[in-house]
């Protein structure tokens, strides 16, 4: 029988997040951006739901399209805010739209969102030893800063709490505890990269 961390529980989706994606190295700007406005759509609420309606979002936000995303009118925001199978918050939709437009502006500096991102940690994942869940922080000195940086170019939703949990999601820090099994193999997936 495998160790996970314990906050994986038993639920089949959580569970399987953890195995196959929590902690993993994203370097890919799309993935990069999908993520942080899904740490954003949480915020208030615990991960299980917005992960149930991963799905739900990527449909109704164009596969998180950010071309498409910084170009919503009223018309689509509206739409939007009536989707039952999204969170509909006012103030979250805007803010993907609001982050898409942050995102292109970005990029046409001539800097990858991946680069820009990585750079708060070096360009590798910070490998942390945690030996219980209640060890590990909410947030940390580089998410703060990671914060201030993305909220100077215009990105909101993104709080030093909701920075943490990226950069755990992304793997930008390995933050299974030693007990469990995925531990290892993300330290190792972060050598490979």
């Known amino acids: 029988m495998k160790v996970r961390c314990k906050w994986a529980g038993k639920d089949p989706i959580y569970i399987n997040y953890h195995d196959l994606e929590w902690g993993v190295p994203l370097h890919a700007d799309r993935q990069l951006f999908e993520f942080l406005l899904l740490e954003g759509a949480q915020a208030g609420l615990s991960w299980i739901t917005i992960l149930k309606r991963r799905e739900s ?5 164009d596969q998180f399209d950010p071309e498409k995303i910084a170009g919503y009118d009223d018309r689509k925001r509206t739409a939007l805010l009536a989707n039952p199978s999204i969170i509909r918050n006012r103030l979250k ?3 993907f739209i609001g982050n898409a437009q942050a995102y292109l502006n970005l990029l046409e500096r001539g800097q990858s969102f991946g ?3 990585w750079g ?3 360009g590798e994942p ?3 030893a945690w030996a219980d869940l209640s060890q590990i922080p909410t947030t940390t000195p ?4 990671m914060s201030r940086s993305l909220k100077q170019l215009g990105f909101t939703f993104v709080g030093p709490t909701i920075c943490y949990a990226f950069m755990q999601a992304t793997g930008m820090v390995n ?3 030693v007990d469990c099994f995925r531990h290892a193999e993300c330290r190792h997936l972060s050598l490979a990269t």
Do not use: M, P, S, W
């Open 126 to 128: 910070i490998q942390n």
């Open 57 to 61: 979002y990527r449909i109704a936000f």
């Open 115 to 117: 680069d820009y991102l």
């Open 120 to 122: 708060f940690v070096g």
């Open 93 to 95: 939709v805007k803010a």
């Open 142 to 145: 580089i998410a703060e800063k």
């Open 175 to 177: 933050d299974h505890t």
